[in-house]
């Protein structure tokens, strides 16, 4: 199994940048597709982007298209989004997540998640 701690959130303004970093234990890091989720007040956990355990086709949710780049560094075990242009419809507590198999856009999709970040954009 695979640990997950995020860091990096906080408070941007709108138009700013942000990177989150999710620092992941476990040799078996390398092969976990993984996936950052993001979940605001009243709403359901919704997926932000993915990465496969070989980097190849990341995938985005339309919304962050363009803006967001999630990116992995396996020797660091890290996974990391950088978030550019921000929205105040981008606040949310945003959550790193793992899975051993192929991942996916839906939350179901993976087994090991982190704590969450809080990530607040003011206009």
């Known amino acids: 199994q695979v640990q997950l701690a995020e860091s990096g959130g906080g408070l941007v303004q709108a138009g700013g940048s942000l990177r989150l970093s999710c620092a992941a234990s476990g040799r078996t890091f390398r092969s976990f597709a993984m996936g950052w989720f993001r979940q605001a007040p009243g709403k359901e956990r919704e997926f932000v982007a993915g990465v496969s355990a070989s980097s190849a086709l990341p995938r985005y949710a339309d919304s962050v298209k363009g803006r967001f780049t999630i990116s992995r560094d396996t020797p660091e075990n890290t996974v990391y989004l950088q978030m550019n242009n921000m929205k105040p419809e981008d606040t949310a507590v945003y959550y790193c997540?793992?899975?051993?198999?192929?991942?996916?856009?839906?939350?179901?999709?993976?087994?090991?998640w982190g704590q969450g970040t809080q990530v607040t954009v003011s206009s």
């Open positions: 997540a793992g899975d051993p198999y192929r991942g996916g856009t839906s939350s179901h999709d993976y087994g090991a």
